[in-house]
């Protein structure tokens, strides 16, 4: 017996929305009000409601499993967008911008392209342009020719206006725009 038949209360009827992402329990309590009891997915938690007739009991019902299939229609659109075949080619450069009251800036290059939705990517180096131009602080310019560490593989995603890599939990990479980009720095 699952979790769900145990929390299931005496003489209810079960609704199931397709694919389990919910089960109803609809009953009615000791003083005759018609209640509803809510599992989502593999929750262990239960919502009990009462309500003062089943027509609105059935509304509520109703809405519910609107919107849980409303959110796994948005879920899967958001997945199949960051799956989509990305547009970025060898030798693009792209790079970081963050860090907290410090703005770190690097740079990585695309070096191989081995399926539609991953890229290789080595990140190189980028010297100051003129050197410190203020207090702790400068703008980068990237030089393909300063590789630095081993080359990484990363997915594409394509889900935002403009195709994103994500170089760790932090770092995010877009695509360069050509422009100096400030660094700045703690001594």
């Not at 018609?34 to 239960?46: E, F, H, N, Q």
């Not at 539609?116 to 602080?137: D, H, N, T, W």
Request: glycine share 6%; hydrophobic share 35%.
């Amino acid at each position: 017996m699952n979790l769900h038949e145990q929390l299931r209360p005496e003489n209810a009827r079960k609704i199931t929305v397709k694919g389990g992402l919910a089960t109803f329990y609809t009953y009615t309590n000791g003083r005759g009000q018609p209640c509803v009891m809510i599992l989502k997915g593999r929750s262990r938690k239960a919502k009990q409601f009462w309500f003062r007739s089943d027509a609105r009991r059935s509304e509520y019902i109703a809405q519910q499993v609107q919107s849980i299939l409303a959110r796994k229609s948005a879920a899967e659109e958001r997945r199949a967008a960051r799956n989509k075949p990305h547009n970025l080619e060898t030798g693009i450069i792209l790079y970081t911008n963050w860090g907290y009251d410090q703005t770190n800036v690097e740079f990585y290059e695309v070096i191989d392209v081995p399926s539609k939705c991953y890229v290789i990517l080595q990140e190189i180096g980028a010297p100051l342009v003129r050197g410190e131009e203020s207090f702790m602080s400068g703008n980068k310019f990237p030089d393909p020719e300063l590789k630095m560490g081993e080359p990484i593989r990363r997915k594409v995603d394509m889900s935002g206006t403009r195709p994103s890599v994500r170089i760790n939990s932090v770092v995010t990479a877009w695509i360069w725009d050509g422009q100096e980009k400030l660094s700045s720095w703690y001594a």
